[in-house]
T-cell receptor, first 110, second 113 residues
Framework: GQSLEQPSEVTAVEGAIVQINCTYQ??????LSWYQQHDGGAPTFLSY????GLEETGRFSSFLSRSDSYGYLLLQELQMKDSASYFC???????????FGPGTRLSVLP | KAGVTQTPRYLIKTRGQQVTLSCSPI?????VSWYQQTPGQGLQFLFE???????NKGNFPGRFSGRQFSNSRSEMNVSTLELGDSALYLC????????????FGSGTQLSVL
């Protein structure tokens, strides 16, 4: 089975950089994805790492290390609108269904 | 391009009743998956459909069922509702079952009284 762990809450100030970690125990998966969900809203796709290394998309970057069973989402130049919950997810390469982490609630302070 | 549409947005039911939720995927997307989201359990996978066939099923009781139509629209049904079924039910679509990018609808908030 799959199991993902994330910190429950992170707080940072506007303009700062924050890193949200995701550690996992899995027998096999295709890659690590990240989703953002604002309160009352739908989760939206942020990034995907199919290979080890860093992927950059604007202010957001994501990293994967399969040897360390670890990944992270890096948010730079934080803005108030970045206050949301962030979920890491893997698609199990056996059952092929998505497994989501418990989510990290990011609060950006002025 | 229209996004994923879920109806209804809110639903209140009583224990023992049944409920049907609807999901219209993005045009051209053939894979539809369903998730239950609760504060305590997070996002949990219910099932996934592709070309009218259930491809995967999560660890939920048989009271939870679904189906997909030829136009890729999907419905999920919960029978004999329990208080613990109160949750946000999210539908997501993607081009294929192996596609990593899911597009979510805004969900149906189900309250069971």
């Amino acid at each position: 089975g799959q199991s993902l762990e994330q910190p429950s809450e992170v707080t940072a100030v506007e303009g700062a950089i924050v890193q949200i970690n995701c550690t996992y125990q899995t027998s096999g998966f295709y890659g690590l994805s990240w989703y953002q969900q604002h309160d009352g809203g739908a989760p939206t796709f942020l990034s995907y790492n199919g290979l080890d290394g860093l992927e950059e998309t604007g202010r957001f970057s994501s990293f994967l290390s399969r040897s360390d069973s670890y990944g992270y989402l890096l948010l730079q130049e934080l803005q108030m609108k970045d206050s949301a919950s962030y979920f890491c997810a893997v698609r199990d390469n056996y059952g092929q269904n998505f497994v989501f982490g418990p989510g990290t609630r990011l609060s950006v302070l002025p | 391009k229209a996004g994923v549409t879920q109806t209804p947005r809110y639903l209140i039911k009583t224990r023992g009743q049944q409920v049907t939720l609807s999901c219209s995927p993005i045009s051209g997307h053939r894979s539809v998956s369903w998730y239950q989201q609760t504060p305590g359990q997070g996002l949990q996978f219910l099932f996934e459909y592709f070309s009218e066939t259930q491809r995967n099923k999560g660890n939920f009781p048989g009271r939870f069922s679904g189906r997909q139509f030829s136009n890729s629209r999907s419905e999920m049904n919960v029978s004999t509702l329990e208080l613990g079924d109160s949750a946000l039910y999210l539908c997501a679509s993607s081009l294929a079952t192996t596609n990593e990018k899911l597009f979510f609808g805004s969900g149906t908030q189900l309250s069971v009284l």
